[in-house]
Structure formats: structure tokens, C-alpha cells
């Protein structure tokens, strides 16, 4: 049975042009699939859903970003920090999540949630990663041991593929964190989806 790839489903909470937050969720993604995962990759513009409500009808995008996140094995959250806080948009998408509940894997339990936070100054990051693992855990999901904050005018490539070494260091050990726990993941969703069959004697 060949192994299927790990799922990462990474969230931009910036609706910015061509923000710093999207830029390093494109790096980020970029690095995942180049490592043989897939990965599905929600802009701000992606994520600009109606304010959620406990009941009610689902509009299309709600639906497939639902979707995406209950067969993923891992997720990313990266955030601009607006007054020390998460911004409005990825915390009512991630409000969307409460959807998900009665799901086999509910929330986004036993998934490695890795955190980014994107601001101006180190107060703005360090609280806005703070909340971001805080979201994580309270959605049963388990946050990386290490979150990264980008302070300061830490510049990123406008295509996503270069960052600074020392942000693209933690980058990337957050990465190998969210893979080695996305990897077991994604080998219990193929045995769930291709069940070994019973021999009968």
C-alpha cells in the first residue's frame, strides 16, 4: 500500500495585498509540498465569510473550507497582530470550526496546529501567538512546541519563496514538528479509507 502524503490546510488571516501574513503561508506551503505533502491553502480573500452563526445555512466557501480542514492531518495558522489580537477574519473563520463538532475527528482534534504571528512589534506578536495556541488547544488541536512571531519590518519575497534565514530556521523546525504528527495522521485516515479486509477461513 503506498503511503498517502500528509494534509496541511494553512489559513491567512491578512485580507492585505499581498501581505507579509499571506507571503509566509506561501513559503510555508511551498516547503510542504516540495516535502511531498499536500496541502490546501485558504488567502484572506478565501476566508472572507459571512460573521458566524450558530445556525443557519452554509454558504459554498464555508462548506469547502469545513471540508478542507476535516481530512486535514496538520494546520497552520498565521495572523497579523491588530492591538495585540488575532485578526477579525481568521477568528471568525476559525469560529467555523464549532461546525465540525460532531465529526469523526472533531475540531480539529489530534491535529499539530503551528502558529504565526506577524507584526509590527514584539508586544503585537508575542500576544497574538499566545492567542493563536490558546485557539488551538481550546479546538482540541495540539500547537507545535515551537511558534514563530515576526516582528519589526522582517521583510519576506513577494513570491513567498525566500525568508529571512533566522525567521526561515524556525520556519522550518516548526515544520518538521507539524509533519512528524501529521505523518501517523495521515496513515490512520488510509487505513480508515482502505480498511484491511478480514480473512475468512
Not at 500528509?6 to 516535502?35: H, I, K, M, Y
Request: glycine share 10%; hydrophobic share 40%.
Amino acid at each position: 500500500m503506498t503511503a498517502i502524503p500528509p494534509r496541511v490546510v494553512c489559513l491567512s488571516g491578512s485580507l492585505a495585498p499581498d501581505s507579509r501574513t499571506e507571503r509566509v503561508v506561501r513559503w510555508f506551503a511551498g516547503r510542504w509540498t516540495r516535502q511531498g505533502g499536500h496541502c490546501d491553502l485558504f488567502t484572506g480573500d478565501d476566508l472572507d465569510f459571512p460573521f458566524y452563526r450558530t445556525e443557519g445555512p452554509r454558504p459554498e466557501p464555508v462548506t469547502r473550507y469545513l471540508d478542507a480542514l476535516s481530512g486535514a492531518d496538520a494546520v497552520l495558522l498565521a495572523s497579523p497582530a491588530y492591538h495585540c489580537a488575532v485578526s477579525g477574519l481568521l477568528k471568525n473563520a476559525l469560529d467555523y470550526v464549532n461546525d465540525l463538532r460532531a465529526a469523526p475527528q472533531p475540531f480539529l482534534d489530534g491535529r499539530p496546529v503551528g502558529c504565526v504571528a506577524v507584526s509590527l512589534g514584539n508586544q503585537g506578536g508575542a500576544a497574538v501567538l499566545t492567542s493563536l495556541r490558546t485557539v488551538a488547544h481550546a479546538l482540541r488541536g495540539w500547537p507545535t512546541p515551537l511558534g514563530v512571531a515576526l516582528s519589526g519590518d522582517t521583510e519576506v519575497a513577494a513570491d513567498g519563496r525566500q525568508v529571512p534565514e533566522q525567521v526561515g530556521g524556525q520556519l522550518e523546525v516548526m515544520l518538521a514538528q507539524m509533519w512528524r504528527m501529521a505523518a501517523p495522521n495521515a496513515r490512520r485516515r488510509q487505513r480508515a479509507a482502505d480498511p484491511v479486509p478480514v480473512a475468512r477461513g
